[in-house]
C-alpha cells in the first residue's frame, strides 16, 4: 500500500512535470525517458538558438556588411552643424515591448522554474531528477536568450512604435 502510494505520487509528479513544460511543446520530451524524444527536443533547442543567432547577426554594426538589418536614424545635413534624430521610437513604444515580452515569455520561465524546483525533490530518482533539471535549464535559457536577442534586434532596427511592438511579437 505504501509502495503503491509512492508510485502514484511519482506518477502525479510526472504529470506535474509534463503540465509545467506543457504538453504540446516539444520541450515536453525533455522530461520523458524516450531516446527519440529527446534527440528531437535537442534539435529543436539547436535550430531556436541557430535561428535567434540570425537576428544577433543581423543587428550587428559592421558598416563594410550590407546584410546589415540595422537602421540609421540620424541625419546630418551638410550645410549644418546640428545632426537630427528622426526617430519616432519613445520610452511608450519601448513599455509596450517589454509588456509584450514579460506577456509572451513569463509562461516559459514560470514552467522552467518551476520545473527546476520540482527536480530538487528527492522523492524522485536520479535520472527523472536530472530530465527534469535539464528540461527546466533549457525552457529558461532560451526564453532568456529569445528576450536578449529580441531587445538587441529591436535596439538596432525599431524606428518606431508600432515598428517595435510589430518585431516584438514576430522574433
Known sequence: SVRM??????????????SRIGKSSVYSYFVTDKVFGWFIASA????????????????????????????????CPRDTDACIN????TKFGWAIYYVLMIAFLSKDMINGSKLIYHSAKITHSFKSRI???????????????????STVYNHAIATSNTEIIVNSVIV
Open 86 to 89: 528622426r526617430t519616432d521610437l
Open 5 to 18: 502510494s509512492a508510485e502514484r505520487r511519482l506518477e502525479e509528479d510526472d504529470k506535474y512535470a509534463l
Open 44 to 75: 529543436t533547442l539547436v535550430i531556436q538558438f541557430v535561428l535567434l543567432v540570425f537576428f544577433i547577426n543581423a543587428s550587428e554594426a559592421n558598416l563594410q556588411n550590407d546584410s546589415t538589418d540595422i537602421q540609421f536614424t540620424w541625419q
Open 131 to 149: 530530465r527534469y533539471f535539464f528540461g527546466g535549464t533549457c525552457l529558461c535559457l532560451i526564453t532568456l536568450f529569445a528576450l536578449y536577442v
